[in-house]
């Protein structure tokens, strides 16, 4: 599984998507000025996108390395943790994050942009949609 991958360090890099990362507004002037929280992980998902065996993989996981979960973007069904921020404090979470575990687009891109460890939770597609395709309706 992609969690337990992630607890032998394993890393992937995407010259690509680094780049395209570089072009990015930095965020700095709104990103909220306050003190880094240490010790949690975020899992950047859309609401109750995430199975409960993913979830039992990811609360594992936390548990594993003493991290609390910090859900963004919509609470999770079998995850706690969930925190309704605005945009900005989002970007803040994942700054500071120990580690991010996402199934978007933009999880992945904000990992890479503030170089957070970060795990890519993959989805197959229907046949006429790619599996991580952000336009999915709930």
Not at 45 to 69: D, G, M, P, T, V
Request: with cysteine.
């Amino acid at each position: 599984s992609i969690i337990s991958c992630a607890d032998r360090g394993f890393t992937v890099a995407s010259k690509n998507a680094s780049d395209m990362v570089d072009y990015l507004y930095d965020y700095e002037n709104e990103i909220p000025k306050k003190a880094p929280q240490k010790d949690y992980i975020v899992v950047y998902a859309y609401q109750c996108r995430l199975k409960k065996s993913e979830c039992r993989e990811i609360s594992r996981f936390a548990k594993k390395h003493n991290k609390k979960i910090v859900c963004l973007c919509g609470p999770q069904r079998y995850l706690k943790g969930y925190v309704a921020a605005d945009p900005f404090e989002v970007l803040w979470y994942i700054k500071n994050a120990d580690f991010v575990i996402t199934d978007t687009f933009h999880g992945s891109v904000f990992s890479i942009k503030f170089n957070r460890q970060f795990a890519v939770l993959l989805r197959k597609g229907n046949g006429k949609v790619y599996g991580n395709n952000e336009n999915k309706y709930y």
